[in-house]
């Protein structure tokens, strides 16, 4: 299926299927390499994100965009959380997060702490869903 813009699902789903295995590798060198021990907030987006992987692979390979309706709750409620984190962490709020503050800056990857990068990543996954979302209801671009 092709948008009358001419952007196709397939190449979008795979970038954010890209995006989705990085994010999942990520947090697994953090913890099981480094050994970094992740907080409650971290678990959560983990949750939300490591399904993201095969939901998003299997639309790409099987042409299949309106894996959106899987995919933009997930990722949607993964930005809040993450946005969230990103904000203790920015403020360095006193929390009641755990054994592991979830205000605790615990590693930075160019200057970006890893909510920060969660954030980044459920963000793209988000407009990956979007444009997976205009293409299923034929939307056109906004001029």
């Known amino acids: 299926m092709t948008r009358r813009d001419g952007l196709r699902p397939r190449p979008v789903l795979l970038a954010g299927t890209l995006v989705a295995a990085t994010a999942t590798l990520g947090s697994l060198y953090l913890s099981e390499v480094l050994g970094l021990v992740p907080c409650e907030l971290c678990w959560v987006q983990r949750i939300l ?29 993964g930005a809040v959380v993450a946005g969230y984190h990103s904000y203790l962490q920015a403020t360095a709020t006193a929390d009641t997060c755990g054994a592991v503050s979830c205000a605790a800056v615990q590693y930075r990857l160019l200057g970006l702490s890893v909510p ?16 997976c979302l205009r293409s299923v209801t034929g939307a056109t671009r906004v001029a």
């Open 49 to 77: 994100m490591y399904p993201l992987v095969v939901v998003v692979g299997v639309a790409a390979v099987e042409r299949r965009p309106a894996v959106a309706r899987t995919l933009l709750p997930l990722s949607t409620l």
């Open 116 to 131: 920060n990068l969660s954030l980044v990543a459920f963000l793209l996954l988000t407009l990956v869903g979007v444009v």
